[in-house]
Structures are given as C-alpha cells and as structure tokens.
C-alpha cells in the first residue's frame, strides 16, 4: 500500500549553520584531544554531533597507542573518560537538543498505522498460543497439586491406623491381667509404658 505522506525529515539542526542534519550537536572541548594534543588547537571547544566526537576520541586514543602514549590496556579506561564527558555535555543547558521544524511537523501530522489483516492474525494466533502454553502450565500445578494432596491423605490415613494401634494396645495393657477369687491384679504404669515401648521400637525395626 502506498501513501504521499512526505518521507522524513532530518531531525535536528546544526549548532554551526543552522542547516537540517541527522546528528544532534553539542558545544564541547574534547578532554581527550586536548590530553594527547592531536590537531589543531586541541584545547579550543568546538560545535559538531556527538557521534563525530565519540569517533574523534576513537581516532586520538588509536594515534596515541600507535606513538607509545598509552597501551592497549589503557584505550577502554581513556575511552570511557571522554565518552562519559560527551554525556556531561548533552546535559548543558545551551546543549539541549535543536530539532528542526519541519521534523516536528512531520512527527505531529504523520498518519498512525493501522493494524492489517495480517497483523491481526498474527497477533491472535501468538495470544492463543500464549494461552495455551498458560493453560497447560496451569493443568501441571493442578496435578502436582492433586497428587501431593493424595500423598498427604495417605500419611494421614496412615498416622490415624497407628493412632488407633496405640489407644488399642493402651487400653489393653490397663486392663487387669489375672482374675483370682479374693483380688484383682493390674499392671502398673511402668508395666504399661514398657508395652507401648515395645510396639514402638518393633514398628521401627519393620521400617
């Protein structure tokens, strides 16, 4: 599909002629050049785009590890210096950033896209794929779920069976062991712990 909305324009404007570019432009004074004194005046501050200067420390930093000015371990830290100060520059008030109107013009009056029929399709079929990989995500946290539930009412069964065991086994270690015609005899408490004991330490031995 084709549109006559105009192509766009070049978004800032130079600090030096005023002219349309697609670089955006500082004022700054290389810390970099004005170190290793390449070129001419190498301290004075000059107007260009922030991507010129980041080449230009590149260049300088290159010239000064081919004179024996620095080593190749020292370029990333002298790097950093002068890009770090490029930044701080952007940052400067009379540095903030020139657009150039018919840019601006152009980003108010451009027609927004609409989606396609492709695009539609597109995006549904990657939704239901999304919800589909949601679902059987969901799906395996229920049966993980399911079965530590059934692992849980097992062990529970299981603590009930015992439970039942031991007030059995209690119950009958109290009750009287002999019947005579003049008394009744019953075990005592020590008697019955040693019982309820035994069984314990015959379970674990089983397990």
């Not at 200067?53 to 620095?70: E, H, N, P, Y």
């Not at 229920?142 to 015992?162: H, T």
Request: charged share 35%; aromatic share 10%.
């Amino acid at each position: 599909m084709t549109t006559d909305y105009p192509k766009k324009p070049q978004t800032y404007l130079s600090f030096a002629t005023n002219n349309p570019t697609t670089k955006r432009h500082i004022y700054f004074t290389c810390p970099i050049v004005a170190k290793y004194g390449y070129g001419h005046d190498s301290t004075k501050e000059r107007t260009d785009g922030t991507q010129d200067f980041r080449d230009k420390v590149r260049k300088v930093l290159g010239w000064a590890i081919r004179d024996g000015k620095i080593t190749a371990d020292e370029y990333n830290a002298e790097l950093e210096v002068g890009y770090a100060a490029i930044k701080e520059a952007e940052k400067e008030e009379r540095n903030e950033a020139r657009y150039n109107p018919e840019y601006l013009e152009w980003v108010a009056n451009k027609p927004k896209k609409t989606p396609t029929n492709k695009t539609k399709k597109e995006h549904t079929e990657n939704r239901y794929v999304m919800l589909e990989n949601r679902n059987t995500e969901l799906m395996q946290q229920l049966e993980d779920l399911k079965k530590e539930l059934e692992q849980k009412n097992e062990e529970y069964d299981s603590m009930e069976e015992r439970k039942e065991h031991y007030k059995t086994l209690y119950n009958e270690s109290i009750a009287p062991k002999t019947k005579t015609k003049t008394k009744k005899t019953y075990n005592t408490k020590n008697k019955i712990i040693d019982n309820v004991l035994d069984e314990l330490v015959e379970d674990a031995i089983d397990l």
